[in-house]
Protein backbone atom coordinates (compact mmCIF):
# COMPACT_ATOMS: atom_id res chain seq x y z
CA UNK A 1 0.00 0.00 0.00
CA UNK A 2 1.29 3.58 -1.21
CA UNK A 3 1.40 6.70 1.56
CA UNK A 4 -1.30 8.06 -0.20
CA UNK A 5 -3.59 4.92 -0.46
CA UNK A 6 -3.05 4.62 3.29
CA UNK A 7 -3.84 8.27 3.73
CA UNK A 8 -6.84 8.01 2.06
CA UNK A 9 -7.59 4.59 3.87
CA UNK A 10 -7.26 6.94 6.91
CA UNK A 11 -9.50 9.38 6.10
CA UNK A 12 -12.76 7.37 5.72
CA UNK A 13 -11.98 5.26 8.89
CA UNK A 14 -11.83 8.07 10.69
CA UNK A 15 -14.71 10.00 9.06
CA UNK A 16 -16.66 6.52 8.89
CA UNK A 17 -16.40 5.66 12.64
CA UNK A 18 -17.47 9.37 13.57
CA UNK A 19 -19.86 10.48 10.41
CA UNK A 20 -23.41 11.37 11.63
CA UNK A 21 -25.14 8.62 10.04
CA UNK A 22 -24.31 7.29 13.43
CA UNK A 23 -26.18 9.78 15.60
CA UNK A 24 -29.07 7.85 17.58
CA UNK A 25 -31.35 10.57 15.39
CA UNK A 26 -30.13 9.71 11.86
CA UNK A 27 -30.50 6.01 13.23
CA UNK A 28 -34.39 6.53 13.83
CA UNK A 29 -35.00 8.63 11.32
CA UNK A 30 -33.73 5.46 8.78
CA UNK A 31 -35.82 3.13 10.78
CA UNK A 32 -39.21 5.42 10.31
CA UNK A 33 -38.98 6.45 14.03
CA UNK A 34 -39.78 10.25 14.01
CA UNK A 35 -42.67 12.06 14.39
CA UNK A 36 -43.83 14.58 11.91
CA UNK A 37 -42.91 17.19 14.61
CA UNK A 38 -39.48 15.60 14.54
CA UNK A 39 -38.99 15.73 10.52
CA UNK A 40 -40.38 18.96 10.22
CA UNK A 41 -37.31 20.27 13.03
CA UNK A 42 -34.64 18.76 11.34
CA UNK A 43 -35.69 20.05 8.06
CA UNK A 44 -36.14 23.62 9.64
CA UNK A 45 -32.72 23.13 11.66
CA UNK A 46 -30.67 21.82 8.77
CA UNK A 47 -32.14 24.60 6.29
CA UNK A 48 -29.47 26.51 8.59
CA UNK A 49 -26.28 24.50 7.53
CA UNK A 50 -27.34 24.49 4.27
CA UNK A 51 -27.32 28.19 3.81
CA UNK A 52 -23.77 28.09 5.49
CA UNK A 53 -22.26 25.70 2.47
CA UNK A 54 -21.68 28.52 0.19
CA UNK A 55 -20.88 31.10 2.52
CA UNK A 56 -17.58 28.55 3.79
CA UNK A 57 -16.95 27.67 -0.04
CA UNK A 58 -17.20 31.24 -0.54
CA UNK A 59 -13.98 31.58 1.98
CA UNK A 60 -12.05 28.75 0.44
CA UNK A 61 -12.44 30.36 -2.84
CA UNK A 62 -10.67 33.46 -1.46
CA UNK A 63 -7.78 31.03 -0.17
CA UNK A 64 -6.53 30.11 -3.28
CA UNK A 65 -4.68 31.93 -5.82
CA UNK A 66 -5.04 29.67 -8.33
CA UNK A 67 -7.46 30.31 -10.77
CA UNK A 68 -8.35 26.84 -11.81
CA UNK A 69 -9.16 25.75 -8.57
CA UNK A 70 -11.36 28.73 -8.14
CA UNK A 71 -13.06 27.42 -11.18
CA UNK A 72 -13.41 24.31 -10.18
CA UNK A 73 -14.68 25.19 -6.49
CA UNK A 74 -16.80 27.99 -7.74
CA UNK A 75 -19.35 24.96 -9.03
CA UNK A 76 -19.99 24.21 -5.51
CA UNK A 77 -21.64 27.82 -4.63
CA UNK A 78 -23.78 27.61 -8.32
CA UNK A 79 -24.88 24.20 -7.07
CA UNK A 80 -25.85 26.01 -3.94
CA UNK A 81 -26.95 29.42 -4.55
CA UNK A 82 -28.31 28.66 -8.06
CA UNK A 83 -27.53 30.17 -10.93
CA UNK A 84 -30.55 32.24 -10.81
CA UNK A 85 -33.47 32.04 -8.25
CA UNK A 86 -35.69 29.34 -7.97
CA UNK A 87 -32.58 26.66 -8.59
CA UNK A 88 -30.06 25.20 -6.49
CA UNK A 89 -29.51 23.21 -3.55
CA UNK A 90 -31.14 25.96 -1.29
CA UNK A 91 -34.44 26.40 -3.56
CA UNK A 92 -34.64 22.50 -3.41
CA UNK A 93 -34.19 22.55 0.30
CA UNK A 94 -37.16 25.08 0.69
CA UNK A 95 -39.31 23.11 -1.52
CA UNK A 96 -38.49 19.73 0.83
CA UNK A 97 -39.67 22.04 3.31
CA UNK A 98 -42.91 22.74 1.95
CA UNK A 99 -42.99 19.18 1.23
CA UNK A 100 -42.98 18.15 5.11
CA UNK A 101 -45.29 20.84 5.71
CA UNK A 102 -43.43 23.78 6.98
CA UNK A 103 -43.72 27.75 5.84
CA UNK A 104 -41.45 28.15 3.55
CA UNK A 105 -41.29 31.74 4.68
CA UNK A 106 -40.95 31.07 8.21
CA UNK A 107 -37.60 28.19 7.60
CA UNK A 108 -36.24 31.25 5.36
CA UNK A 109 -36.46 33.84 7.81
CA UNK A 110 -34.36 31.58 10.19
CA UNK A 111 -35.79 32.63 13.19
CA UNK A 112 -36.85 29.23 14.28
CA UNK A 113 -33.09 27.83 14.24
CA UNK A 114 -32.05 26.34 17.72
CA UNK A 115 -28.98 28.38 19.42
CA UNK A 116 -27.19 24.88 19.12
CA UNK A 117 -27.60 24.54 15.68
CA UNK A 118 -26.09 27.99 14.88
CA UNK A 119 -23.36 27.38 17.02
CA UNK A 120 -22.47 24.00 14.98
CA UNK A 121 -22.72 25.50 11.42
CA UNK A 122 -21.43 28.84 12.68
CA UNK A 123 -17.85 26.57 14.11
CA UNK A 124 -17.93 25.23 10.67
CA UNK A 125 -17.71 28.77 8.80
CA UNK A 126 -14.92 29.90 11.59
CA UNK A 127 -12.79 26.44 10.66
CA UNK A 128 -13.05 27.09 7.15
CA UNK A 129 -12.23 30.77 7.71
CA UNK A 130 -9.27 30.38 9.87
CA UNK A 131 -7.20 27.19 8.88
CA UNK A 132 -5.53 27.23 5.60
CA UNK A 133 -6.78 25.99 2.13
CA UNK A 134 -5.67 22.74 2.81
CA UNK A 135 -7.15 21.82 5.93
CA UNK A 136 -10.21 23.59 4.64
CA UNK A 137 -10.92 21.33 1.96
CA UNK A 138 -9.87 18.56 3.77
CA UNK A 139 -12.86 19.40 6.08
CA UNK A 140 -14.94 19.09 3.14
CA UNK A 141 -14.44 15.33 3.04
CA UNK A 142 -17.78 14.20 4.36
CA UNK A 143 -18.86 13.98 1.28
CA UNK A 144 -17.25 10.48 1.03
CA UNK A 145 -19.77 9.28 2.65
CA UNK A 146 -22.66 11.43 1.77
CA UNK A 147 -23.96 9.70 -1.93
CA UNK A 148 -24.31 6.03 0.87
CA UNK A 149 -26.71 8.16 3.24
CA UNK A 150 -28.55 10.00 0.66
CA UNK A 151 -29.56 7.03 -0.78
CA UNK A 152 -30.28 5.16 2.54
CA UNK A 153 -32.04 8.55 3.41
CA UNK A 154 -34.48 8.83 0.39
CA UNK A 155 -35.53 4.91 0.47
CA UNK A 156 -36.38 5.38 4.22
CA UNK A 157 -38.51 8.48 3.54
CA UNK A 158 -40.83 6.70 0.63
CA UNK A 159 -41.23 3.80 2.71
CA UNK A 160 -41.82 5.30 5.98
CA UNK A 161 -43.03 9.13 5.62
CA UNK A 162 -45.82 8.50 3.05
CA UNK A 163 -47.17 11.88 4.16
CA UNK A 164 -43.99 13.82 2.60
CA UNK A 165 -44.46 15.00 -1.12
CA UNK A 166 -41.95 12.49 -2.74
CA UNK A 167 -41.49 15.16 -5.51
CA UNK A 168 -39.78 17.13 -2.94
CA UNK A 169 -36.99 14.78 -2.28
CA UNK A 170 -35.25 16.32 -5.42
CA UNK A 171 -32.25 17.50 -3.03
CA UNK A 172 -31.14 14.06 -1.89
CA UNK A 173 -31.40 12.28 -5.11
CA UNK A 174 -29.27 15.43 -6.89
CA UNK A 175 -26.49 15.26 -4.05
CA UNK A 176 -26.38 11.14 -4.73
CA UNK A 177 -23.90 12.31 -7.95
CA UNK A 178 -22.46 15.70 -7.15
CA UNK A 179 -21.27 14.32 -3.50
CA UNK A 180 -19.27 11.96 -5.65
CA UNK A 181 -17.80 14.11 -7.76
CA UNK A 182 -16.96 16.91 -5.22
CA UNK A 183 -15.18 14.21 -3.02
CA UNK A 184 -13.26 13.48 -5.74
CA UNK A 185 -12.42 16.53 -6.83
CA UNK A 186 -11.17 17.32 -2.87
CA UNK A 187 -9.36 13.87 -2.34
CA UNK A 188 -7.33 14.68 -4.94
CA UNK A 189 -6.59 18.16 -3.88
CA UNK A 190 -5.88 16.83 -0.35
CA UNK A 191 -3.30 14.30 -1.62
CA UNK A 192 -1.73 16.19 -4.58
CA UNK A 193 -1.04 18.97 -1.24
CA UNK A 194 -0.36 16.94 1.91
CA UNK A 195 3.35 16.11 1.44
CA UNK A 196 4.46 15.45 4.53
CA UNK A 197 2.81 13.31 7.87
CA UNK A 198 2.32 16.54 9.75
CA UNK A 199 0.18 17.79 6.92
CA UNK A 200 -1.52 14.65 6.52
CA UNK A 201 -2.51 14.51 10.21
CA UNK A 202 -3.79 18.19 10.63
CA UNK A 203 -6.33 17.52 7.52
CA UNK A 204 -7.43 14.14 9.47
CA UNK A 205 -8.21 16.38 12.46
CA UNK A 206 -9.88 18.92 9.83
CA UNK A 207 -12.35 15.77 9.47
CA UNK A 208 -12.84 14.98 12.38
CA UNK A 209 -13.75 18.26 13.22
CA UNK A 210 -16.34 18.68 11.00
CA UNK A 211 -17.97 15.59 11.35
CA UNK A 212 -18.39 16.53 15.15
CA UNK A 213 -19.79 19.89 13.88
CA UNK A 214 -22.30 17.49 12.33
CA UNK A 215 -23.10 15.17 15.26
CA UNK A 216 -23.29 19.00 17.31
CA UNK A 217 -26.01 19.81 14.79
CA UNK A 218 -27.97 16.25 15.52
CA UNK A 219 -27.80 17.02 19.52
CA UNK A 220 -29.49 20.34 19.35
CA UNK A 221 -32.12 19.22 17.25
CA UNK A 222 -32.74 15.52 19.41
CA UNK A 223 -32.43 17.51 22.31
CA UNK A 224 -35.01 19.70 21.39
CA UNK A 225 -37.14 17.87 19.82
CA UNK A 226 -37.11 13.96 21.47
CA UNK A 227 -40.87 12.64 20.62
CA UNK A 228 -43.52 10.83 22.27
CA UNK A 229 -42.95 6.73 22.46
CA UNK A 230 -45.97 6.92 20.53
CA UNK A 231 -44.72 9.07 17.80
CA UNK A 232 -44.25 6.92 14.76
CA UNK A 233 -43.56 7.59 10.90
CA UNK A 234 -47.10 7.80 9.80
CA UNK A 235 -48.14 10.71 11.73
Not at 47 to 68: G, N, V, W
Request: net charge neutral.
Amino acid sequence: MTIEDDFVARLRAEGEKRYHDRHPFHVKMHAGELSREQIQAWVRNRFYYQTRIPIKDAIILSKSEDPAFRRRWMRRIVDHDGAQDGEGGLAQWLRLAKGVGLDVEEVKSLRGVLPGVRFACDAYVTLVRERPLLEAVASSLTEFFSPDIMSRRIAAWEKHYPWVDGETLAYFRGRVTRAKEDSREAVDYVLAHATTPELRERCIDALITKTQILWALLDAVSLAHPGRPDAGAKE
